[in-house]
Each structure stands twice: as structure tokens, then as C-alpha cells.
T-cell receptor, first 114, second 116 residues
Framework: GNSVTQMEGPVTLSEEAFLTINCTYT??????LFWYVQYPGEGLQLLLK?????DKGSNKGFEATYRKETTSFHLEKGSVQVSDSAVYFC?????????????FGKGTTLSVSS | GAVVSQHPSWVICKSGTSVKIECRSL??????MFWYRQFPKQSLMLMAT?????????EQGVEKDKFLINHASLTLSTLTVTSAHPEDSSFYIC????????????FGPGTRLTVL
């Protein structure tokens, strides 16, 4: 079946540190891959996406590359800020009972201190 | 960007009562909406797909008589938790894709349900 596995948190970093959050997936076919972010008290927001192998999604300094050979979509940022503190979810699009829906990882909490 | 709202954001109810949660797309029409459930420190679990003008489609293991879904209009879907029990306590989140592609979905802020 379809599933997403992402690294357990919490991840605690100092401002300007390098961030990597690992995400691997299992899927039939060729899913699209996503990173969503949930800031405290807010709904999930799409951070970036990639729809095919070797695509790189990027937004707000975050990047992730769709690696079909390693079934991975790791999230990276070169220099984190306090405002990046949030929960990050890796997800893939997959067929559900009714159509296409998102399958999520468990989420990784990032805490950045100044 | 597109906005999806949920109401209420937080509800406490007694065991045996029913609770209705609303999900609205505020600036776009959504013929399909999704309902998820999130347990503490766990992933979002897809419960059902809400379809405007037709019956909802439930994922395996989700009781359709327990979680009633009605997609009354192109901007509103409701989830009613019937005869709620403490094990139904959870965080319920809806989402709606905009346009024909399901590759981007917009999420509501979620509803925290606590059943006493």
C-alpha cells in the first residue's frame, strides 16, 4: 500500500543552522510528493511539491528533490529562522476509495531558537 | 490564497450526544472535500471523501453511520459525529482541492473534539 515515513521529532536547532527532515515513501505508480507545514494555531499549508522524478520543489528557502531510486523526498533548508518553527508533514497523492487523496507522514516538529 | 474555514474550532460534549462540524471553502467552490482525523503526535488519517450532490465515500474501517457527512453545497461540507464516545475525541481536519487537480489541497484549521 501507500505510506509515508518521516523522521521522528522534535528537531531543535539554533537560528541559521542547516535543516534536514528525512522522508521516504512507498507507493504504487508515480505519486506526486508534497511538504506541508502547520504553524501553531493554523491549518496545514502547502510548502512545496514535486510531481515527477528528479523534480525539485522549492519555496521560502526550503527545497526537496523527488528521488525515485531511493523513494525519498527529504526537506532541506540552509539557514533556519525562528519563524520556521512549526510541524512539517511529508505527503504523497494516492488513490483512495473515492479518488485521489493525500497520505501523510506523522509530522516532524521543528523548534528554532535565537 | 484559497481559504478553508472550520467551525467550531473547539467543542466539548457529553457522551451520547451528536456534534456537527462545518467545513467551508470561502473563496472557491469545491465539489469534493476530504475529512481527516489526527491523533496526538500521529499522522492525519483520511476518513472520507465528501462529494457535492452525492453520498460520501468512506475509507476502510470508518463507520459511515457514526460519522455522517453531508456536502450541502459547493462551499459547505459537514461532519456529524453521532452518539459520541470518549474514543471519538480527536482533532478533525477538512481539506478541499481547488480546480480539477487534486495536487494542491487547502486545509481548514481543524476542530478539536473532546467527549466527556
Amino acid at each position: 500500500g501507500n505510506s509515508v515515513t518521516q523522521m521522528e521529532g522534535p528537531v531543535t536547532l539554533s537560528e541559521e543552522a542547516f535543516l534536514t527532515i528525512n522522508c521516504t515513501y512507498t507507493a504504487t505508480g508515480y505519486p506526486s510528493l508534497f511538504w506541508y507545514v502547520q504553524y501553531p494555531g493554523e491549518g496545514l499549508q502547502l510548502l512545496l511539491k514535486a510531481t515527477k522524478a528528479d523534480d525539485k520543489g522549492s519555496n521560502k528557502g526550503f527545497e526537496a528533490t523527488y528521488r525515485k531510486e531511493t523513494t525519498s523526498f527529504h526537506l532541506e533548508k540552509g539557514s533556519v529562522q525562528v519563524s520556521d518553527s512549526a510541524v512539517y508533514f511529508c505527503a504523497l497523492s494516492a488513490r483512495s476509495q473515492a479518488g485521489t487523496a493525500l497520505i501523510f507522514g506523522k509530522g516532524t516538529t521543528l523548534s528554532v531558537s535565537s | 490564497g484559497a481559504v478553508v474555514s472550520q467551525h467550531p474550532s473547539w467543542v466539548i460534549c457529553k457522551s451520547g450526544t451528536s456534534v456537527k462540524i462545518e467545513c467551508r471553502s470561502l473563496d472557491f467552490q469545491a465539489t469534493t472535500m476530504f475529512w481527516y482525523r489526527q491523533f496526538p503526535k500521529q499522522s492525519l488519517m483520511l476518513m472520507a471523501t465528501s462529494n457535492e450532490g452525492s453520498k460520501a465515500t468512506y475509507e476502510q474501517g470508518v463507520e459511515k453511520d457514526k460519522f455522517l457527512i453531508n456536502h450541502a453545497s459547493l462551499t459547505l461540507s459537514t461532519l456529524t459525529v453521532t452518539s459520541a464516545h470518549p474514543e471519538d475525541s480527536s482533532f478533525y481536519i477538512c481539506s478541499a482541492p481547488r480546480g480539477s487537480s487534486y495536487n494542491e489541497q487547502f486545509f481548514g484549521p481543524g476542530t478539536r473534539l473532546t467527549v466527556l
